[in-house]
């Protein structure tokens, strides 16, 4: 009978002295902590929280725990395929530093992850500072292929996508399915990921009883400390979400996925073309929207053989997903909903 993890966490840190002990104190404080391991992963960090880190994992039992110095900023993709390849745990969890975590929250994780028979998962996301709901996933896309309905309800269900601050999924898949996709660097890696669980046969799945505290765009949006008060984004940011969207589309195939991404892209252009006016510099979407498109020609014969490496492993098809999570509601209404909130978003062009 195997002793080794039930679960691996694995929480990859750059720059974040601000949220390391919280994180890392909650999760020593679970209930299931004798069934983890938890991998730190840093993409050298210039602010100290990489010693912050040992330091404080120092006191755990000693097969508990491992500090891994990436030796560069490999962004989310392969800053966290790294660590996951000495993950020992049945489950890996790709955990955000920005987060805590309730006593029982890897334990109840588990064992409805279990009960539900899913590849992967997410918990309930509450905001860092209260409890106030905050995300169970993306239930499904919209008609231009942007993930959407971040809504609560009252039973677990399946989920197009588990939240990325926050993503369960079974060591086994996620090897057999190649782990995040590098070339993404950050940004929809989770929505990539995700629309490979399925096309294979696996489910993904919102976990309402378990539960877990997220700061969230705490790199880029730092007004406020443990509360979002204002937007903020960048041309960097906007750049790889961007790109990042027509890949995901680009890497399926079929009919249904092409009208998506000519949908997406058209988009793409029309909120370009606003973001410039309203910011009243060209270079916005020159760097977000065109170098984005740009980028996607000159990889196409990198997205072609993403395409047939998948194919072996592809169970459902395109139009299976469509019928599935196709949603009448737009991802961007709930963008809107939270600039009546917060005002316009702030933009840097780096």
Known sequence: MSTGPVISIIILNYNGARWMR?????????????????????????????????????????????????????????????????????????????TWMEPDTLERLVAEAEKRGATAATPRVLDYDSDSFQSLGAGGFDLFGFPTEREDFPESRPVLMPEGCSYLILRSEFERLGG??????????????????????????????????????????????????????????????????????????????????????????????????????????????????????ARREYLRRQRERFKPLQKRSTFWMLRRFLRLRLNRWDEFKRIRRLGLPKVTES
């Open 180 to 297: 995040f996709d590098e070339e993404f660097f950050m940004y929809a890696d989770e929505l990539d990921l995700s629309w490979r669980v399925w096309l294979s046969g696996g489910s993904c799945w919102a976990l309402r009883q378990a539960t877990l505290h997220h700061r969230g765009s705490a790199a880029v949006n730092t007004a406020g400390g443990d509360k979002v008060v204002e937007l903020r984004t960048s041309d960097f940011k906007r750049f790889h979400a961007n790109r990042n969207h027509l890949w995901v589309l680009l890497k399926l195939s079929g009919p249904w996925s092409r009208l998506l991404l000519l949908l997406q892209a058209a988009w793409l252009l029309a909120e370009g073309a606003a973001g410039s006016l309203y910011l009243r510099r060209f270079s916005f979407f020159r760097s977000t929207v065109w170098e984005a498109f740009k980028d996607c020609h």
């Open 22 to 98: 919280r994180c890392l104190e909650s999760l020593r404080a679970q209930t299931f902590f004798a069934h983890t391991e938890t991998i730190v992963a840093d993409n050298l960090s210039q602010d100290g929280s990489e010693r912050l880190s040992e330091e404080l994992l120092q006191s755990w039992p000693e097969d508990s725990w491992k500090f891994i110095q990436n030796g560069g900023n490999f962004g989310y993709c392969k800053g966290n395929n790294l660590p996951a390849k000495t993950a020992r745990g049945k489950w890996l969890f790709f955990l955000n530093n920005d």
